[in-house]
């Protein structure tokens, strides 16, 4: 089910939302929507990050989820984006990358070396959790350094 809502500024939504059963190729899929977004809203400096960190979110549904069932929410902001994946699953999300050469749990710290900012909440009343991330966009500092300049 897609969810979309216009912001009053802009011909584009503020916020897109889906849910859907993840597969092992939903991931490329889901960061080509989220690039068209990020296209849109003039943020294409943020499409490598929060593809990488979305990709990490959606392999986690689809390596710890039974049923594999997720929800991605988009959300605009003058700031940047923050990408929310609701699952099923109660396990809070762990990183816990201690082998060098294993094969997981690295996802959690790429995601944080990516991104500005990253957490999870549990759902209130049913078994989940939403794992969430923020990209900002990194505005050049006004002339001047920000400083007031006197006109005299």
Partial sequence: MNHATDPPHTA???????SF????HSA????????AYLIAWEMTELNDAAGLALTELVANVVRHVPGRRAALLMLWSADGVR????DTCPRPPLSTAVDELGE???GLVIVEAVT????WTPLPGRA???VWFECHVKRDPPPGGGRLRRPW
């Fill in 83 to 86: 990408v929310e994946v609701t």
């Fill in 12 to 18: 584009i939504a503020a916020r897109y939302g889906i």
């Fill in 116 to 119: 500005d900012r990253w957490g």
């Fill in 104 to 106: 997981g749990g690295r």
């Fill in 21 to 24: 059963t993840v597969g092992e």
């Fill in 28 to 35: 490329r899929h889901l960061r080509r929507i989220l690039r």
């Fill in 128 to 130: 989940g959790k939403t």
